[in-house]
């Protein structure tokens, strides 16, 4: 089952592959909830054109984006069987939010493609943006519930399952808010490189530096929250061999952003941005193994037998021979642009 | 390993809730069963587009190729913005359905998600690559070379097919459970390819993907049917009938024999179920087919029925000897909601005769004259029966499901064993019922608006050169 050199069981690997999807589903999925948030707050003079340049770079992505949650969702319930049952009891008022939230967000941003009164474009504009910030809170806030450890101990106490009281507390709000700035963060980041305008360019340079100075407070204070809140996630970033490496390198690469960002070196900026919140998303999983749901469901007591892990291994295989060429010449085709226009602007002399 | 039967340590009686006054009229179980058929019953539909419509888009992008007829183009280009329309809200409904397994029936999936997970797996590799292929699809008319375009195209149809087969798969596992050695309450020796390849599962996904072509191909040769009525000659809608026609018909005229398939495969695994497809309460030799009618469980009959002595028999084991089994084989307790279950199943048997029949006669002229058929009296049956396909799929998942009943795993689990303890679920389920209202109601005012208008003739003209079509 375990290879004599790097032990690691089926299991493990599906918990790991579970915790790719999610990073990247934060990379790019969130990133749509992040142009959301900025659609929302599009501002000043150039309002329309940062609207229009929001949906012109999310547009042909979009789908594609938000499959990496489906797949999170099924190798839970595949791999890990008793931990899906246990947070869709638990966290079943946030996940319904969340879900209203995502089609919202989902139905509108095509709605208003097909709405040609100026009107309709406006109020299905407004049915995407609110629920774009709305959503992802709520995700995150699934995620710091999880962390507390308040779900899990709901269903050893035997009483009934509470709706509100294992996550509407201040730990799992922050995380939800932490969620939300990361997102906007890297939508500002990567809106940079989208446009040859420069006075659009700027725009979202100045959003990009704001959330990314705000981001490195709500880090701070999740991170003190959680010594008394999830002190199981607290340890293991500030007592474990690792934990220190990857705050520093977290931090390291925060201020590389803020100084690439700084410089109008966007390129550099998307790279490090991406690189700062996987780390983010790594540390606290790794914080929190080999629980899945603490206290108590864990990897290893909540997998699925072997012969499934390995054939959803072996389906994962298979299937990345044809996502991965798909998912290059899909983003070769849209996105092929943003890695020229960051040669010409940092040319520019301005 | 240790086992945790984390989720049996909550023993909550459902009458205990918060709101539990509301709980009197909509008990849990009921609003779960009902929450998850509204959300079966809206995705349903926008994935049976989702199946065919690409395929139809492939096709006439596929003639813009080969013959240059711009109006090919400016067909494929409109039937792609329906798609989209239609792609999004089949995307996030599947989404919720992703999550509501487990919002509303944890216990199922804890029991089945190792079981049946590699199907769904599976199935999000093909909505992954159908995703992609749609954007690029969308967006991507003058950015991709013109074959890549339509492969981008044919990628979509086939995809979408794919992911649905794989999902009705799972659902076949429902009904005919397989790939598993139950020892007590838990499964072992799972086996999921086993259970992903079940007795049910080539007549469901057959029967189910024939659906899809049926009733999106005869429902868009109805709207352009309607504009053709008023403007016989219009090159545009022309070419979309009969596209729409050759999709839709051939798959209309296949569906009944794949539904006698399904039948006999039916009266094979789940004899309840047939007894209550047919309304049969007795076991008896030459069973009758009953032609409508209405069941009466209390006193045991179905009344008024048209009754053709031992067709069922024959229908169902090629015999008319034959004996099929009726409802009171199993306690009354245990029976499905028989009422409900014969009347879907006629209302769904009479779709699918009403569109075979219209796509023979289709066929008869087409054949006769070698052109699209375009009597008024052909236009204004094909408008007539154009809702009917969707309303036939609803009919029979309703048949499918409630059949099933008390079972959501056939035989194994009990729906009222698998539902959530969270309770107060009537909110939920009114909060999904009024977002789905509203989305229905938009996705019809904007579909209606793409497709009110037909191409204007400059329109054509444009897309005939290479630089206008954009």
């Known amino acids: 089952m375990s290879s004599p050199i790097i032990s690691v069981s089926p299991a493990e690997a599906v918990a790991v592959v579970m915790l790719l999807a999610l990073v990247i589903y934060a990379l790019f999925g969130g990133a749509d909830y992040g142009a959301g948030v900025w659609d929302l707050l599009a501002r000043g003079p150039r309002a329309t054109a940062q609207r229009e340049l929001i949906a012109h770079a999310i547009g042909p992505v979009w789908e594609a984006n938000h499959v990496w949650l489906i797949i999170v969702i099924v190798l839970l319930f595949t791999g890990f069987p008793s931990a899906f049952s246990a947070i869709m009891t638990t966290l079943h008022v946030p996940l319904s939010l969340m879900l209203i939230g995502i089609v919202l967000r989902g139905s509108a941003f095509t709605f208003r493609s097909y709405d040609n009164s100026e009107v309709g474009k406006r109020r299905w504009n407004r049915v995407f943006s609110i629920p774009s910030v709305v959503t992802p809170m709520l995700l995150g806030a699934v995620i710091g519930a999880i962390a507390t450890g308040q779900p899990g101990r709901a269903l050893d106490s035997g009483l009934p399952v509470p709706l509100f009281a294992t996550w509407l507390r201040p730990f799992p709000l922050v995380v939800g808010l932490f969620a939300l700035n990361i997102f906007a963060f890297l939508a500002a980041v990567y809106l940079t490189l989208e446009t040859p305008d420069p006075e659009l360019q700027a725009d979202f340079r100045l959003r990009a530096l704001v959330a990314a100075v705000v981001l490195g407070g709500v880090a701070w204070a999740v991170y003190f929250l959680a010594r008394s809140e999830a002190p199981q996630v607290f340890q293991g970033l500030s007592d474990s061999p690792w934990g220190r490496p990857v705050r520093y390198g977290t931090g390291a690469f925060a201020v590389v952003t803020l100084a690439a960002l700084s410089l109008r070196w966007f390129r550099l900026a998307r790279v490090t941005a991406m690189v700062q919140v996987a780390l983010i998303l790594w540390g606290c999983a790794l914080a929190q193994y080999p629980l899945l749901v603490p206290p108590d469901i864990a990897i290893g007591n909540s997998a699925a037998p072997p012969v499934v892990q390995t054939l959803l291994l072996i389906a994962l295989g298979a299937g990345s021979v044809i996502l991965l060429p798909s998912m290059y010449y899909l983003f070769h085709v849209f996105k092929g642009h943003t890695f020229q226009l960051s040669r010409v602007s940092t040319d520019d002399p301005r | ?470």
């Open chain 2, 1 to 470: 390993m240790k086992s945790m039967p984390l989720l049996h340590k909550i023993n909550l009686d459902l009458k205990d809730g918060p709101l539990s006054f509301i709980g009197v009229f909509v008990s849990n179980l009921l609003a779960a069963r009902l929450q998850m058929a509204i959300s079966l019953g809206f995705h349903i539909l926008f994935a049976v587009v989702g199946i065919a419509l690409p395929l139809m888009m492939a096709v006439a992008e596929a003639f813009w190729l080969r013959t240059r007829d711009p109006v090919y183009r400016i067909l494929a280009r409109r039937w792609a913005r329906g798609a989209a329309i239609l792609f999004a809200v089949g995307a996030v409904s599947g989404t919720v359905l992703s999550f509501e397994l487990g919002l509303l029936w944890p216990h199922f999936m804890k029991f089945a998600g190792p079981i049946i997970g590699l199907g769904f797996g599976l199935e999000g590799f093909a909505f992954f690559t159908e995703a992609i292929f749609l954007g690029i699809y969308i967006y991507g008319w003058d950015r991709v070379p013109p074959l890549a375009h339509w492969l981008a195209g044919a990628i979509i149809a086939l995809s979408g097919a794919l992911s649905g087969i794989l999902v009705v798969s799972v659902n076949a596992w429902m009904n005919t459970p397989a790939g598993f050695v139950l020892q007590g309450s838990k499964a072992t020796s799972i086996d999921p390819p086993r259970a992903l390849l079940g007795p049910a599962m080539i007549a469901e996904t057959l029967h189910m993907t024939l659906a899809a072509y049926a009733a999106t191909g005869l429902l868009v040769a109805g709207i352009h049917a309607v504009l053709l009525l008023n403007d016989r000659a219009n090159p545009f809608h022309r070419r979309a009938l009969a596209i729409a026609l050759a999709v839709g018909g051939v798959a209309s005229v296949l569906q009944p024999l794949s539904g006698h398939y399904a039948a006999q495969v039916v009266a094979r695994t789940q004899p309840v179920k047939l007894a209550a497809m047919e309304g049969q309460f007795r076991t008896e030799r030459r069973a009758p087919l009953r032609i409508g009618g209405l069941p009466d469980p209390v006193a045991g009959t179905t009344r008024y029925a048209l009754e053709i002595p031992g067709g069922l028999s024959v229908l169902a084991y090629n015999d008319p000897n034959a004996e099929v089994v009726g409802l009171d084989a199993i306690p009354t307790a245990d029976r499905p909601p028989v009422r409900i279950i014969h009347v879907s199943f006629q209302v769904m048997v009479a779709c699918g005769l009403a569109m075979a029949l219209v796509s023979f006669w289709a066929a008869a002229v087409a054949w006769r004259s070698g052109r699209v058929p375009d009597g008024s009296m052909f236009l204004s049956a094909t408008v007539l029966i154009s809702p009917l396909g969707m309303l036939a799929i609803e009919a029979g998942w309703t048949v499918t499901e409630v059949g099933r009943q008390p079972w959501i795993i056939q035989g194994v689990m009990r729906t009222a064993d698998a539902v959530t303890p969270v309770p107060g679920l009537w909110v939920s389920l009114l909060v999904y019922s009024t977002l789905y209202v509203f989305l229905g109601l938009v996705v019809a005012l904007l579909l209606a608006r793409q497709f009110r208008a037909s191409p204007r003739p400059d329109e054509i003209v444009a897309a005939s050169t290479p630089e206008g079509a954009h």
